[in-house]
């Protein structure tokens, strides 16, 4: 059994950062990409980031580049997302996620993916 507890999450004022952190315990976790999404009240689930199985190749919304960055460590089995610069629009739940399909880009839709952490929240005060 799969399972992904995120940790991190908090209150910030913009500009500033916060460090997510997701745990995945269970199946084989060196050969998933993995992603994060969020999603704010009222709107879609959405994706945030996204690393392959090696870490070598990482992806992002538009909204978040060159201001998030995701990576990942497989011998500790943990995917990171470092955020800086926060806007009050960043303010969501954010939820890790795993796509077990092996050697896999990871995707950009929900779908994609078969295993969801519970979510931590991230409010980001003007």
């Known amino acids: 059994q799969v399972q992904l507890a995120e940790s991190g999450g908090g209150l910030v004022q913009a500009g500033g950062s916060l460090a997510l952190s997701c745990t995945i315990s269970?199946?084989?976790?060196?050969?998933?990409?993995l992603g994060w999404f969020r999603q704010a009240p009222g709107k879609e689930r959405e994706f945030v980031a996204g690393?392959?199985?090696?870490?070598?190749?990482?992806y992002y919304a538009d909204s978040v580049k060159g201001r998030f960055t995701i990576s990942r460590d497989n011998s500790k089995r943990m995917v990171y997302l470092q955020m800086n610069s926060l806007k009050p629009e960043d303010t969501a739940v954010y939820y890790c996620?795993?796509?077990?399909?092996?050697?896999?880009?990871?995707?950009?839709?929900?779908?994609?993916?078969?295993?969801w952490g519970q979510g931590t929240q991230v409010t980001v005060s003007s």
């Open positions: 996620a795993a796509d077990s399909k092996p050697g896999v880009v990871p995707g950009t839709f929900v779908a994609s993916y078969d295993y």
């Open positions: 269970g199946g084989t976790f060196s050969n998933y990409a």
């Open positions: 690393i392959t199985w090696s870490g070598s190749s990482k």
